[in-house]
């Protein structure tokens, strides 16, 4: 059997909670650089702000872990929205919530499943928070990511080539916003001299999808 036939290049709800644990340890790491990246054009709470999630989301799962893919996505969102103050939680869960909806009711999510999954979420996120491209958000790493990890599966490469392709673009989407005049959320208020500041809400999306590339190779 090649690594693309369908059963392996599936993920069951362990593998994607190696996705949490990935991305909650990231969080931990980078509570710091997250928080002094909002101190420059936010309020100096996106690290601690998500540090304080992602360590409720793992608290959660420990305590009653989730059987399916659905229910891990949809008790992650449901944390990150109840616990994370500030406009990042409800957009956060709103793209895990988006996942859950999207993963079906299997022991196991494909590859097409988790892509329509981030697609979902950044619809959901662009719902809610009306962002578009070029606004300065953590949209401008998602979108590009989305949109690098549909092509790479069209092209038939496998999950974790699919994944890392969207993580290259997410990064280089994270370093576009730099560049960007902010128009959306907190920074947006500094007009002008948001410019020049890398954005932390696409900085911790990055991460995100770096720890997928990490845990679902
Ligand atoms: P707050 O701005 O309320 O303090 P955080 O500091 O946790 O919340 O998160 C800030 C990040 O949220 C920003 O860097 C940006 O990426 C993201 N963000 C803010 N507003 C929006 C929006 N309307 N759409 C998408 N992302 C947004
Ligand atoms: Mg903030």
Redesign the pocket.
Known sequence: MQPTDQQEATVDVAALRGWLDTFAEEVAANRDL?TR??SE??????GS??HRGMTKVIAVLDEQPPATPAALFKTTGMTLVST??????P?LGTLFLRLSGAVGLDDRVDPAQLASGLRAGLDG??A????TAG???????LAPACDAFEQALGDDLALGEALEAASTAAAAGRDS?VGML?K?????YLGERSVGHQ???????AMLIAAAADALR
């Open positions: 997250l990246l909002d054009i936010g309020d100096a709470d996106h702000n998500l994370v103050g500030g406009a990042s939680g957009l996120i662009v809610r928070g009306h962002a606004d300065k958000t953590m949209y401008d790493a916003t902010a959306k959320g907190r920074a947006s954005d932390p809400g696409a900085t911790s999306t």
